[in-house]
């Protein structure tokens, strides 16, 4: 009978023993797979960079992106209208340059560093709000001294809007 009781209590610890393995093995190429997602990211960011500063600046400076402050498809439009025009910049490098744009001169960039005048943008992104209530408070954030002009008043609430919308929305 101990042999027996030993036996199932073993066959027992088998299938438990390989799922625990298996759940391991997913951990580590779940981390993996966020790693090279990480890495892949990164990777579009530098190309993207470096056709930019190479491309771009043919005709103005990177200035003039930090002034625009655009959302991806805004960004995508514009780089394809440049490439229209005649840049020199190739079509199946359009999306690296406009991911690099959106990234580091688009609308997420001059909400949190409007917002980060006065304080963290922490916040800022735990609030869930209608478009009216977003529209009440970032004008009452620019009556406190955030360096928002009225243009990028609208833009900062389209994207608050559709970035930290009221809950159920």
């Known amino acids: 009978m101990k042999r027996s009781t030993m036996f199932k209590g073993a066959m027992f610890g088998v299938p438990v023993l390989l799922a625990g393995l298996v759940v391991a093995g997913q951990g580590q190429t779940g981390s993996a797979s966020s790693e090279s997602a990480k890495t892949a990211a990164e990777q579009i960011q530098k190309k993207g960079k470096d056709l930019a500063e190479k491309e ?8 003039l992106a930090a002034s ?14 440049m490439i ?13 340059v406009a991911e690099y744009l959106a990234a580091n001169y688009g609308v997420r960039q001059l909400v949190e560093e ?4 006065c304080h963290d943008f922490t916040p800022v992104a735990e609030q869930r709000l209608s478009r009216a209530d977003w529209d009440n408070l970032v004008r009452s954030m620019v009556d406190r001294g955030a360096p928002l002009n009225a243009a990028q008043i609208v833009t900062a609430v389209d994207y608050l809007t559709a970035t930290y919308p009221i809950a159920g929305n």
């Open 56 to 63: 771009c600046t043919v005709c103005h400076d990177l200035d």
């Open 68 to 81: 625009l402050r655009y959302t991806r498809p805004e960004w995508e439009g514009l780089v394809q209208s």
């Open 84 to 96: 229209d025009k005649g840049s020199a910049l190739k079509k199946e490098d359009a999306p690296a």
């Open 114 to 117: 409007a917002c980060s005048t």
